[in-house]
């Protein structure tokens, strides 16, 4: 099925910055779509930014429009997460996504059927 490895999470104080990366590597079923999640503690996965890998096109989640940008290096199977303005709201487990055009809205987990282990965003006030 492939692998997805997540990295570049760590602690900042509110007002700072992240970027998060995702590397895919023998993901071979074909999908068009990327997606980064995030999951706090106590709470259901939700959807953050997608991105479709051929025409790039992006969706965000109400939340962190303006602030996340999600793009993508296909050279490099590379999905990426840039998180800026970040607030203490935003801590969390954050997960790289991948999958294809379906039945669910784009930000929904069930429009994914591969996922990575995550890596760590915590926000500071």
């Known amino acids: 099925q492939g692998q997805l490895v997540e990295s570049g999470g760590g602690s900042v104080q509110a007002g700072g910055s992240l970027r998060l990366s995702c590397v895919s590597s023998?993901?071979?079923?074909?999908?068009?779509?990327m997606g980064w999640f995030r999951q706090a503690p106590g709470t259901e996965r939700e959807g953050v930014a997608a991105i479709y890998l051929g025409a790039g096109s992006t969706y965000y989640a109400n939340s962190v429009k303006g602030r996340f940008t999600i793009s993508r290096d296909n050279a490099n199977n590379t999905v990426y997460l840039q998180m800026n303005s970040l607030k203490p709201e935003d801590s969390a487990m954050y997960y790289c996504a991948a999958g294809r055009t379906g039945k669910w809205a784009i930000l929904n987990p069930r429009q994914y059927d591969s996922w990575g282990q995550g890596t760590q965003v915590t926000v500071s006030s």
């Open positions: 023998g993901y071979t079923s074909g999908g068009n779509l």
